[in-house]
């Protein structure tokens, strides 16, 4: 029944997704013992380099024939009776892997940025200011964007330049680590003002 659940899940792509799968599980876990001589079972369904299906042969003949071809023996599929191997450049696939897992790392590290607001006032205290400027330095080096807001409330709105002047001492607090990506622009009874992280600053 193993055999003939194998011979279905060929036709059907079964082995592709398990090739991925499996394969990525060995290199995280960098599982020496599911290569060339290492490897344990003394049967295997061998897998050739472009998926074709080279029948059950012994580790001995699998290895020969893997020496033969210029490939090593890789395990794809440990669970299956018998285990499943494909020729392969193994070194060439582990490097390829990781490359596309630290790739697919930085995006979903982008994906999950965000904009940090950090409200400020026209007479905001030194203390204060400060230790916004400290905050919103470490969200930066975590790539964050920050946005800097003002409120004007009544008469205020008469000297948004002082808000202004605020919100540019603050870009210029955090300019080791951000550049201006808007400049200080009213929207509302608010002025705004975005920064975001360096490209290299790490």
Do not use: W
Request: hydrophobic content about 35%; glycine content about 6%; aromatic content about 8%.
């Amino acid at each position: 029944m193993g055999i003939s659940l194998l011979n279905n899940s060929f036709n059907s792509g079964y082995i592709c997704i398990h090739f991925f799968v499996e394969v990525s599980d060995i290199i995280n876990k960098e599982k020496d013992s599911f290569v060339n001589d290492q490897i344990r079972a003394a049967e295997l369904m061998v897998i050739g380099p472009n998926g074709e299906k080279l029948g059950i042969k012994s580790k001995a003949d699998a290895l020969t024939l893997a020496k033969y071809a210029g490939f090593d023996l890789v395990i794809i599929s440990p669970t299956s009776t018998p285990q499943v191997a494909k020729l392969m450049d193994y070194n060439k696939y582990k490097y390829e892997m990781q490359k596309k897992q630290k790739e697919n790392l930085k995006r979903q590290k982008e994906t999950n940025l965000e904009i940090k607001e950090y409200r400020l006032s026209s007479a905001i205290d030194v203390h204060d200011f400060n230790t916004r400027v400290r905050n919103a330095g470490e969200y930066l080096k975590k790539g964050h964007k920050i946005k800097g807001s003002i409120r004007f409330r009544g008469r205020e709105m008469a000297h948004t330049e002082l808000g202004r002047e605020v919100l540019l001492r603050f870009a210029d607090a955090l300019k080791d680590l951000s550049e201006i990506e808007k400049s200080p622009a009213m929207e509302g009874r608010s002025m705004l003002i975005f920064l975001a992280p360096k490209k290299d600053v790490k």
